[in-house]
């Protein structure tokens, strides 16, 4: 059964910028689509982005050009730089593999999140 870890969030002012990497763990990094989650207090869950079995890639309006989503299929970790942050972003950043519905929510595999707090 595939797990999804997430690792590298944590708290950094408004401008900052991390890097949120997932993992798979006890088995082979999935062959489908992969995204990026996340929810903040109070709200419901939202993509991130997506990076789909051809290689393209969706972002969220409010993320893009700020949010780069990317997959080391060598080390089985998919990852998703964040640069200038802002508190909005503010929110638990989950990790999703493989596509199986049409809903947006829509994922078979779903990591534990990892918490990106942005203070001003």
């Known amino acids: 059964q595939v797990q999804l870890v997430e690792s590298g969030g944590g708290s950094v002012q408004t401008g900052g910028s991390l890097k949120l990497s997932c993992a798979a763990s006890?088995?082979?990094?999935?062959?489908?689509?992969m995204a990026w989650f996340r929810q903040a207090p109070g709200k419901e869950r939202e993509l991130v982005s997506s990076k789909n079995k051809d290689g393209t890639t969706i972002y969220s309006e409010s993320v893009k050009g700020r949010f780069t989503i990317s997959q080391d299929k060598t080390k089985d970790t998919l990852f998703l730089e964040m640069n200038s942050l802002q508190t909005e972003d503010t929110a638990v950043y989950y990790c999703?593999?493989?596509?199986?519905?049409?809903?947006?929510?829509?994922?078979?595999?779903w990591g534990q999140g990892t918490q990106v707090t942005v203070s001003s």
């Open positions: 006890g088995y082979q990094f999935p062959n489908c689509a």
């Open positions: 999703a593999a493989c596509k199986n519905g049409p809903r947006l929510g829509d994922f078979t595999h």
